[in-house]
């Protein structure tokens, strides 16, 4: 997995639903956020807790925002987040009933456009992936359950995606100028967890994901306590024990991007699971020897 130095929790907070990591390119600062408290989070060096921005609504994900500050894809709409001074502003209400389905996954392309995938609140296929941009929000991919794995390849040829719920991941021929897919192609797909089978002959569902320089799609495994390393053709190029059951999301950070930062969760896991697992919702960290793309700017 080309790793270099020995994984860490960055402090002692704990996430119960870490999500969506985002070293940001104009502050040079980790971002994330707390699905389940409604928090987005930002990280402090040498700091015993993140700084907390309180959110009315469940913060899917964020992004950098062109102006400034963070953009934050919520349950209730897309909004603006100004890092001073905490404040919100409302970009667009949600596209979709936010009484069945939340903001989840997302990241925004090379010319600015936020693609965010959403989750259906009843697992059912009713969830789509989002274009949104000064022409509102446009409907790319439908008949998903939990979009996630949004990431695309460092020549900007292709978009990946996962539905975690399908145990799958696609990539689309991605066209930036005009923002459109092509067919979906498989690029990898996992085994369901059988009926009775024990976690630890489980490997996990995809969640989020990064994407390196070399083009290697970097994936974390929820309930697989692993990450997983692909090449752009989607052979399997290597794997990372984890000692969390749960993680949710990695990105490339730091100011040589070779940083990699983990959320996890902890959320509605067994307590003799937890015991065992100290470091359940921290953000974890890592030196590896692949640096990673740096994270685009949304323009909305």
Partial sequence: MALAHDLRPLNAHRCLLGESPLWHPDEQRLYSVDIAARQVLRWRDGADAPEVFPQDAEPGCIAARAGGGLVVARRDGLWALDTGSGAVERLCPPPYDPAR?????????????????????????????????????????????????LAWSPDGRWLYRSDTKAHAIWRHAFDLQAGTLGAAEPFAAFPVRGAGQPLSAYGGRPDGAAVDVSGAYWVAMFEGARLLRFSPEGELLGELPLPVRCPTMPCFGGADGRTL????????????????????????????EVPGLPAQRCAL
């Fill in 101 to 149: 389905q939340r903001f989840n996954d997302g990241k925004p392309d090379a010319a600015g456009r936020l693609w965010v995938g959403a989750i259906s609140d009843a697992r059912a296929p009713e969830a789509a992936l989002w274009r949104l941009d000064a022409g509102g929000a446009r409907s790319l991919v439908d008949g998903i359950v939990t979009a996630n794995g």
């Fill in 261 to 288: 930062f983990i959320t996890t969760a902890r959320e509605n896991r067994p307590a003799d699971e937890l015991a065992r697992e100290p470091w359940a919702g921290a953000v974890l960290a890592l030196r590896v």
